[in-house]
């Protein structure tokens, strides 16, 4: 079945760092891919999405690109303030019909001044 | 736009009772509901899918008898946990895929945490 592996956390930077949390997939067929963040005390939020392989999602200075030859969609960003730090979910959805979203396990990163 | 709402946002009951979480889409109509858990510090867990005027499809392992799912219109859908014990404790999360969307588009509720005493 589809499965999702993301690097596990914590993760800690410091504001400005470069961010990089690895995420691959296993799936058949053509999956989309998208990468949720979950702030303190709220519910998931779509962070950015891609749906067929080299698209590049990004949103708010995120950004991940669709890799069918690695299977993978790591996010990335240049340089994180305090205001990133959340849960950051990757997942994916199969191409058939309407079927449910698969997750990691999600990574939590912290950002300190 | 997109919204959608879940009520309530925590509850707290003792064990042996039920709790109704509702989980509406407040300015779509969705024809797709999914149930989630979270445990602490984990991921989603998809429990079920609710599709609008048919039962629900309920993943391996969780018992349909003990989480009723309800999804009687397109902007609602409830999750019933029937007779709660401690181990229910967590956080449910619904989301929806609005009826005119393409089928990758799911919006997420805040959350219910449930405590079960």
């Known amino acids: 079945g589809n499965s999702v592996t993301q690097m596990e956390g914590p993760v800690t930077l410091s504001e400005e760092a470069f961010l990089t949390i690895n995420c691959t997939y296993t799936?058949?067929?053509?999956?989309?891919l998208f990468w949720y963040v979950q702030y303190p005390g709220e519910g998931l939020q779509l962070l950015l999405k891609?749906?067929?392989?080299?698209d590049k999602g990004s949103n708010k200075g995120f950004e991940a690109t669709y890799r069918k030859e690695t299977t993978s969609f790591h996010l990335e960003k240049g340089s994180v303030q305090v205001s990133d730090s959340a849960v950051y979910f990757c997942?994916?959805?199969?191409?058939?019909?309407?079927?449910?979203?698969?997750f990691g396990k999600g990574t939590r990163l912290s950002v300190i001044a | 736009g997109a919204v959608v709402s879940q009520h309530p946002s925590w509850v707290i009951c003792k064990s042996g009772t039920s709790v109704k979480i509702e989980c509406r889409s407040l300015?779509?109509?969705?024809?797709?509901m999914f149930w989630y858990r979270q445990f602490p510090k984990q991921s989603l867990m998809l429990m079920a899918t609710?599709?609008?005027?048919?039962?629900?499809?309920?993943e391996q392992g969780v018992e349909k008898d003990k989480f009723l799912i309800n999804h009687a219109s397109l902007t609602l859908s409830t999750l019933t946990v029937t007779s709660a014990h401690p181990e229910d404790s967590s956080f449910y999360i619904c989301?929806?895929?609005?009826?005119?969307?393409?089928?990758?588009?799911?919006?997420f509720g805040p959350g219910t945490r449930l405590t079960v005493l």
């Open positions: 989301s929806a895929s609005p009826a005119s969307a393409s089928t990758d588009t799911q919006y």
């Open positions: 799936a058949t067929g053509y999956p989309s």
């Open positions: 891609a749906t067929k392989a080299d």
């Open positions: 997942a994916l959805k199969g191409n058939s019909g309407n079927t449910p979203l698969v």
């Open positions: 300015d779509f109509q969705a024809t797709t």
């Open positions: 609710s599709n609008e005027g048919s039962k629900a499809t309920y």
